[in-house]
Structure formats: structure tokens, C-alpha cells
């Protein structure tokens, strides 16, 4: 039966995701062996240290949270414990929630009320 105009092809999608997936697998795995080789095996937040039998637990932090950006020289990296990494991305989202996030939305407007502009005359004139 032929699907509706407009309506996704579900094999194509399914190849497109595969595709992708594939060369970020690719990507992460290129950048996360040379931070492990450049870095020693220390989370950069709370330098909690990992061996060979728990290094899978430490991942790679891209600095400037573009994962496109792996100099050579690692400068872009630094190496963090699963849960410093997930706490690093959960204030970074929080901070662009906020309005404080460097992603070119203007930040939200103060305040323009005041309620109490006019509580000095109110005083000065009740004395």
C-alpha cells in the first residue's frame, strides 16, 4: 500500500539514524583515545582516579560543548567521571533556561516595576 505524500519513509529514517549514530560512534571513539592517552585517568572535578578496570567510567568533556572541535592538543577536552560530566551538561542547561546561556538569546528583562517608588514621599509626608 503506498504511504500518503508527505509521510517519512521509516526505512530511510532508519538508515539515516543508523548513519549517524555510526559516525558519532566513529567520531568519539578518535578523540576519546587520544585524551586518554594525553590526560592521566583523573576526573577533572572531584579527582576521583580510574585504572584500566574502571576507565570506561570516564568520559570526555568537550570544553566549549562543540564536539566538531578536537584540536590535536586537547586543549578542547578534559576528562570527568560520568556524574561530574552529566552534573557539567544539567548546569548548562539550566543556565540557558535561565537566560544565561551563550547561545545569542537575549537575556530576560529585568524587572520594571518598583512598588516602592513612592513610600520616601509617603513617609517624608506622614512625619
Known amino acids: 500500500m503506498p504511504r500518503p505524500s508527505g509521510t517519512p519513509d521509516p526505512a530511510r529514517l532508519d538508515r539515516i539514524v543508523a548513519e549517524a ?11 576519546r583515545e587520544r585524551a586518554l592517552k594525553i590526560y592521566p585517568w583523573v576526573c577533572g572535578r572531584c579527582a576521583r582516579t580510574f585504572d ?3 576507565v570506561r567510567q570516564l568520559t570526555v568533556h568537550h570544553r566549549d560543548h562543540n564536539h566538531d572541535h578536537n584540536p590535536p592538543d586537547g586543549s578542547n577536552w578534559e576528562l570527568l567521571c560520568l556524574y561530574c560530566h552529566d552534573n557539567e551538561h544539567a548546569r548548562e542547561t539550566e543556565a540557558r533556561a535561565a537566560g544565561g546561556g551563550g547561545n545569542g538569546a537575549a537575556a530576560t528583562p529585568a524587572a520594571t516595576h518598583r512598588p516602592f517608588a513612592a513610600l520616601e514621599a509617603l513617609l517624608k509626608r506622614g512625619s
Open 21 to 31: 549514530r555510526r559516525a558519532r560512534d566513529e567520531r568519539e571513539q578518535g578523540y
Open 52 to 54: 584500566h578496570t574502571t
